[in-house]
Structures are given as structure tokens and as C-alpha cells.
């Protein structure tokens, strides 16, 4: 496998001699990202076409692996990290996601898409909530918080493992949305936390990571 993958890296170097030889390896090589990846480039694209003052509101990943991560290269997949993106100036939101070989594109999932996915009521209603802040709310951007990698892992530990054993073709999907978005009381500041939302076609297991601390939202 690995000799294939050397034929395809000179071959490519050889037919595109004016392209940046090390942009061609990486994008072949790392086409599976972890939503934190890809985020400082989101924010730039997003800063010069959408608005000066964006800030990343919200992530979601849909139909994550269980290391956390998507594959840009996969076109047979539906799996994705949607950066949700927040202007105060125009108190708007805009989406993005990743495109394997080229830079972050605008995105037709929005909120009312994203919560279309969510079959567990009880999430749904969560989530819905959260949604109707995030056009105000935004992730601080010196707040220290898991990738997408970790809090799985956090998730898998706390129940997702068992959940998924235990219902054949399990999905994952992940929110990442700012902490005092989801606390009542708004004393929760600098952070920003993961709802886990592991379902079948039946059944669904949703866990909110605040730090360490892993928590049930919803469960049948």
C-alpha cells in the first residue's frame, strides 16, 4: 500500500511540475481531519467573505468515525464538519464546511438542517434551544477545549462504546457550541462544550463533555 501511494505521489509530481510539491503530498495524505483542523482557515475565508468581525459560533460534525475525525476524500460519504460562523456586526450567521484540495466553501446546511438530523426529542429540544442563541453567542476564542478526537474518546468511555455494540450501524454525530450557551445560568464563561449524539435507526445515546465531566441528556 505504502509503495502505491509513493507511484501516486511522483506520478502527480512529475505531470504538475509547477505546483507546490509538499501542498500535493499533504493533500493526499492528510484528507482526514478533526474539527479543530480546519478551523483557522474557516475563520479567514469567513473574515473576507462574509464579515471582518466573524467568529466561530458553533461546530457540527455529522456522521463522525469514532476517532473523531472525516474524510475530505471520501465523495461517497455524507460525513462533514459544518463551521458555523457569527457576525455581531450583522447579527447573521453564515455556514462553512471543508473541500478536499481547495479552501473552505459556504455550505447549504443551517440550523434547521442540522436539527432535522437529530431524531432524539429530548436533543432536539436542547440543541433547538442552543440554536436560538447562537446568532449572539460566540465561542471565545482564547477558551481551551477538547478536539473532536478527544471528546469522542471522553464519549466512548461514558457509554458510547456500549451504545454502539449494542445497535448494529450506530452513527456519531457532535456538536461543539459555546458553555454558557447551554447554562441556564450564564455563569460559564471562556469555555465551550460537546454534545454527542450516538443513534441507530431506533435507538439514541446523547452526552454533553463539559471538561472532564461527561453527562446524559438523553438515553433509550
Not at 461546530?59 to 461517497?76: C, F, K, M, Q
Not at 457576525?87 to 484540495?101: A, M, R, T
Not at 474518546?153 to 458510547?160: D, F, P, Q
Amino acid at each position: 500500500m505504502r509503495n502505491y501511494i509513493y507511484v501516486v505521489l511522483i506520478s502527480l509530481i512529475v505531470v504538475i511540475p509547477g505546483c507546490d510539491k509538499d501542498e500535493i503530498i499533504n493533500n493526499i495524505i492528510d484528507s482526514k481531519i478533526t474539527a479543530k483542523e480546519k478551523l483557522g482557515e474557516v475563520l479567514t475565508k469567513a473574515k473576507t467573505d462574509f464579515s471582518a468581525d466573524a467568529q466561530l459560533a458553533a461546530i457540527y460534525g455529522r456522521e463522525v468515525s469514532t476517532t473523531g475525525e472525516i474524510d475530505l476524500a471520501n465523495t461517497s460519504s455524507v460525513s462533514a464538519f459544518v463551521y458555523v460562523m457569527q457576525s455581531d456586526q450583522l447579527q447573521i450567521n453564515e455556514f462553512y464546511v471543508p473541500v478536499f484540495g481547495a479552501g473552505p466553501v459556504k455550505s447549504p446546511i443551517n440550523f434547521s438542517t442540522m436539527l432535522s438530523f437529530i431524531q432524539d426529542t429530548t436533543a432536539g429540544n436542547v440543541m433547538g434551544s442552543v440554536f436560538g442563541r447562537l446568532a449572539t453567542v460566540a465561542v471565545d476564542p482564547n477558551a481551551a477545549y477538547d478536539d473532536s478526537p478527544q471528546a469522542i474518546s471522553k464519549a466512548l468511555n461514558a457509554g458510547g462504546s456500549a451504545f454502539m455494540n449494542q445497535n448494529t450501524g450506530s452513527k456519531i454525530d457532535m456538536f461543539l457550541v459555546p458553555g454558557k450557551s447551554i447554562d441556564t445560568t450564564l455563569t460559564v464563561s471562556n469555555t465551550a462544550d460537546w454534545i454527542v449524539n450516538f443513534y441507530s435507526s431506533g435507538n439514541s445515546l446523547v452526552l454533553w463533555i463539559i471538561g472532564d465531566n461527561v453527562t446524559t441528556i438523553s438515553g433509550n
